[in-house]
């Protein structure tokens, strides 16, 4: 199995997690990153569950928009249900490591206002 068959398979779990939140309006804060992608382009199977998201970069906002998903600011909504984002790796005690791209301040930023985290 290659890597982007394992990002898929990645984000299909994501999916099922998401799918097994309790209530529905969610507002999902999204990362950034090509296993984010993977699982934002999925996102239009819980289009009917979703009130929003809040993109943690431009370009996750851009695909977001594209498939008819709401996204808004941080600042316009009272929290994040769920926060879910890629790593570029993890150890054996689980500590993550992120990329050091530009939306690295943003996302920590967006990742503490969620109730719960998802890595994928």
Partial sequence: MDQQQLKEQVAAAAIDWVTDLEGDDLVLGIGTGSTAECFIR???ELRAR??????????SAELLTSLGISVSDLNSVAGLDA????ADEANHHL???????????REKIVAAASEQ???I
């Fill in 42 to 44: 999925r996102l239009p």
């Fill in 50 to 59: 979703i009130d929003t998201t809040v993109a943690s970069s431009e370009r």
């Fill in 83 to 86: 926060y879910i984002d890629g």
């Fill in 95 to 105: 500590q993550l490591i992120k990329g050091g791209g530009a939306a690295l301040t």
């Fill in 117 to 119: 985290f998802l890595c």
